[in-house]
């Protein structure tokens, strides 16, 4: 779509030098994208100054459309909508948005939109105007206001108004929310009206969450987009305490990766999206929603017990989010083991040593007045190793100055602190076996936990039991389910529960020297401790295990990272019939299509995908394998076209013959025979990207372009800008990637306009003469190099001085996200085109494409 002056000028008068489309007719899909555009040029202004001081981060729509979503009441006679910290509007547009699609429309449609930032509060006049738009279309009378004013300050006031005229202030119908993440200083302004509505918090984003459930009418809907912080510890326990006694549960969304939902702004937090009712009576069940990121087809989905999201005797209202089965099997298992450390008679320490205060007293190796000083690095295959070849010390000085450093040489269990993202395991324990050290005292540094009975050591065997347990699969993926950050602290292990002392002393006996490998762990759990249980029969451990053992076999043959995820190990063992339990040798190859795979996942595996995700699990994971050669499609009928419904897919033969011999001595010849015979992945994918070519027509005539995505966008171009925006347009250059002046060069056709080009000049991607306005359009396609900033398009101005015609220039992107990055970058009077919103042009003031408009 081509901007109109007058949209330039509103736009301008809010601090912004683009402008933006003025519709007409909108559907649901362009305000969408209209808000986003907008958004993606706000963040880009606010990511160098306002959001670290005011905690906001604007909402992408893939975000804002899939919170929408969760609404279920969306057919009330009237609806009411409260956005406590608008922005521009992203998340009430998608709400409108939704509201428009609904079958049965409402027919009233009020919006509140609270937002104190004026840079941001012309955007969002903007954005409702877009909303009022989209209403009149479908018939729904819709009113809005903008309260410029502090949310919490209001929501306080509306509070004390309710309470001295007995009225009622909940106005709301529907709340959707993405507040501001920002701590808040316990004698601040702020936290004295939060404690006034009854509320004792920490961070701002809690208050607005519990402020906002207050205003909302009885069977109001809320969702918002959070931290997931709130669901843990003591800081929160106030606001669960009234949010959960206000509010029932009925749907969390989680995003496997931390970076996903707010990609363009790097925030590393994770985050959640919860939907709730208004009301005490509380849901039977509670649905856990889980995708890669927003705009992810692929949705795992798990229905839990809402008294195992919520223990009903747990005073300190912990929220447990248990994304699938697996994950419920581990903490039903979990839940078997009763005793604290307390109860054990034990308690754990962080190290005393902190090497850079005690760095005066600290040796590189043993001397005559020094004992050992044991740092993370000495911890190796379930003992200590010392001393060690390291750069760090390995010896502390016994003097009376570090004698409160240092603990009597006895039998300790030693435990990580801190973990890499990408190490196996979070939690990493050993023995300290002071039988094999000749002091009196040992020191253990501050990034060490260790085990201890009242300062002195515990027996051998159970420092044995105890290091065995904790090294335990289900320990780690139980820890890992709560604990969302990579630290290991001593307050985490002492909520952990634990065996009993005759269990841990049962898992301690017989292990010597050698200690067990952790297949060896598993089996001594379920054998000495599990077996007598009636969960005895389902067991997530062997799920898990067997989850990770098709992930190494993917990662051997070649597969690259996108492909080396849960999604794909399923889909592997569900194409062999593999069970959890299954011997890899029961192996076989029956022809299976998308839809029994995702039965196979639940049934087996616990993992339920949703419906709608057949078609990632086809792009994402079955395409890779076929191109791969690992399976075939429809092997009994070639002919059938691969987008039937009926098409099947099968392991091939040579592939099924390999992975028989997984787990056997067989397995590392047998893996190095089949990639002898087939391309290793990575060789593969490389050939076949010399290989395919990407094919366009120009001027009748099918020509080809190297292939890569800066070739990809090139043809989008020629399909999608060309002839909505240059109609009639004649191409005179189309630049490839591999040749700087490739046969569709057309030379005379440019000295004809009075343009001799430089063989040493830096063509622009693309040239096109727009016959019906005689101007000369100069494109580049930005994938990799920047766009056509002041010193390119001063590069252009000195290529193209001899042009006798106007001359106009446009940078074009694949998505949005790409044109976020080089926003600040933008030459002025140029012209910005993004391939996934192929109808839209962005102008940068001065003579446009606008007069073109089609």
């Not at 006679?77 to 956005?83: A, G, N, R, V």
């Not at 307050?491 to 020297?513: A, W």
């Not at 009075?754 to 622009?764: E, L, Q, W």
Request: aromatic content about 8%; some cysteine; charged content about 20%.
């Amino acid at each position: 779509m081509i901007v109109p002056s007058s949209s330039r000028a509103l736009v301008a008068s809010h601090n912004s030098s683009l402008g933006f489309t003025s519709l007409a007719k909108l559907s649901s899909g362009n305000l969408l994208a209209e808000v986003d555009l907008r958004r993606a040029v706000v963040s880009l202004k606010l990511r160098q100054t306002k959001k670290g001081s005011m905690g906001q981060f604007l909402t992408p729509a893939s975000v804002a459309q899939l919170m929408a979503e969760m609404f279920n009441r969306l057919d009330l006679p009237e609806i009411s909508l409260l956005d406590a910290g608008a922005g521009i509007g992203s998340l009430l547009a998608a709400f409108v948005a939704k509201v428009c699609q609904h079958r049965q429309h409402t027919s009233s449609l009020r919006v509140v939109a609270y937002e104190i930032d004026p840079f941001l509060i012309g955007y969002l006049h903007q954005t409702l105007e877009l909303c009022e738009r989209q209403c009149e279309n479908v018939g729904i009378s819709f009113n809005y206001e903008i309260r410029e004013t502090d949310f919490i300050e209001d929501a306080v006031r509306l509070q004390k108004l309710s309470l001295l005229n007995s009225a009622n202030p909940t106005e709301f119908t529907h709340a959707i929310l993405n507040p501001p993440y920002l701590k808040i200083n316990a004698h601040s302004k702020m936290r004295e009206l939060l404690r006034s509505i009854g509320l004792e918090t920490s961070n701002l984003y809690t208050g607005f969450m519990a402020a906002t459930a207050q205003l909302l009418k009885p069977s109001g809907e809320f969702v918002a987009i959070t931290p997931r912080s709130f669901c843990n510890g003591p800081y929160f326990r106030d606001f669960r305490k009234m949010f959960l006694e206000m509010m029932a549960l009925e749907q969390v969304h989680l995003f496997e990766s931390r970076q996903e939902a707010f990609s363009d702004d790097d925030v590393l937090q994770e985050t959640i999206i919860i939907q709730a009712t208004k009301q005490r009576q509380k849901s039977s069940n509670v649905i856990i929603n889980t995708s890669s990121g927003a705009n992810d087809d692929l949705f795992l989905s798990h229905s839990l017990p809402y008294t195992e999201l919520v223990h009903p005797d747990d005073l300190e209202q912990f929220i447990h989010i248990i994304p699938d089965k697996i994950s419920q099997q581990i903490v039903q298992r979990m839940a078997l083991f009763t005793c604290t450390l307390k109860d054990l008679g034990l308690t754990v320490s962080t190290g005393r040593v902190v090497d850079f205060r005690a760095k005066d007293y600290l040796r590189t190796n043993p001397e005559n007045n020094s004992v050992p000083l044991i740092y993370p690095v000495n911890l190796s295959n379930g003992y200590v190793e010392y001393p060690k070849i390291t750069k760090k010390p390995q010896a502390i000085v016994h003097i009376e100055e570090t004698a409160n450093l240092l603990i009597p040489n006895e039998h300790y269990v030693l435990c990580k602190r801190f973990s890499s993202k990408e190490e196996k395991r979070r939690v990493v324990a050993v023995v300290y076996d002071a039988n094999q050290f000749n002091y009196a005292y040992v020191g253990f540094e501050n990034h060490l936990n260790y085990f201890h009975k009242d300062g002195c050591g515990l027996s051998l065997t159970l420092a044995r039991g105890l290091a065995v347990y904790l090294n335990s699969t289900l320990v780690d993926a139980f820890f890992r389910l709560f604990n969302g950050h990579t630290q290991v602290n001593a307050t985490d292990l002492r909520k952990l529960k634990y065996p009993n002392f005759e269990q841990l002393l049962s898992l301690g006996t017989g292990i010597k020297e050698q200690f067990p490998s952790l297949r060896e762990i598993d089996e001594l759990i379920e054998n000495k401790l599990l077996s007598m249980s009636n969960l005895s029969e389902n067991n997530p451990i062997a799920t898990k295990s067997r989850i990770d053992e098709a992930l190494q076999i993917l990662k051997q043959l070649g597969f690259p990272q996108e492909q080396l995820n849960k999604q794909s190990a399923l889909t592997l063992l569900a194409l062999l019939d593999l069970k959890p339990t299954d011997s890899w040798q029961l192996a076989t190859s029956p022809l299976m299509g998308i839809t029994p795979m995702i039965n196979f996942m639940a049934q087996h595996y616990g993992e339920s995908y949703m419906p709608n995700s057949r078609e990632g699990i086809r792009k994402k994971t079955v395409h890779q394998f076929k191109e791969a050669a690992l399976v075939v499609p429809n092997p009994h009928n070639p002919n059938r076209p691969n987008n039937s419904p009926k098409t099947v897919y099968q392991i091939e033969n040579s592939a099924l013959e390999l992975l028989r011999t997984y787990g056997t001595d067989e397995w590392e010849k047998s893996i190095n025979t089949y990639l002898a015979s087939v391309e290793t992945l990575k060789k593969k994918y490389a050939q076949e990207r010399e290989m395919s070519r990407i094919p366009i027509v120009i001027d009748g005539e099918i020509q080809t372009l190297s292939p890569g995505n800066h070739n990809n966008l090139i043809k989008k171009i020629i399909n999608d800008f060309v002839p909505r925006f240059t109609p009639g347009g004649k191409l005179i250059y189309v630049g490839d990637t591999a040749k700087k002046f490739p046969p569709s060069f057309k030379k005379a056709a440019l000295t004809d306009l009075g343009v001799n080009i430089d063989s040493h000049g830096k063509m622009p991607d693309m040239i096109i003469h727009f016959t019906t306005k005689n101007w000369l359009v100069l494109i580049e396609a930005v994938t990799s190099h920047g766009p056509i900033n002041p010193k390119r398009k001063n590069e252009l101005e000195v290529l193209f001085k001899g042009v006798q015609i106007p001359v106009v220039m446009v940078t074009t992107f694949l998505t949005r996200k790409a044109m976020a990055k080089y926003l600040a970058e933008i030459a002025w009077e140029t012209d910005v085109w993004v391939a996934e919103d192929a109808t839209h042009l962005i102008h940068f003031n001065g003579e446009s494409l606008q007069a073109f408009q089609i």
